[in-house]
């Protein structure tokens, strides 16, 4: 499977089970709140198959995961549990399309 598909199917899978597991938390615009965390969730496995740096599948992730996680941390101020799942997502995510993206 081409590294672009791979990455764009765990990065639905992750956005899907990212704002299933916020479903319920209050927000105030609830809507707003499960589609930004779907997409950012999104972003990390679209760009991670997209992306080709001189680095392991694992460290690309950590990198990617953090980057696109900040913005979301910075606005929230909920920086641990937004870093920590970003970071881990992006790991396991650039692990799987290293070892099993082709192209």
Known sequence: MSRLLLGTICGLVYGALSAASMLPLGFPDKQAALAGAFLNRFAIGFVI?????????????????????????IITKAYAPILVLGVVGGVIIGIIVGKWGRG
Not at 50 to 68: D, H, M, N, S
């Open 49 to 73: 198959g997209a992306a080709r740096l001189p680095l392991p599948g694992w460290a690309q992730g950590l990198i990617f995961g953090l980057l696109l996680s900040l913005p979301d941390a």
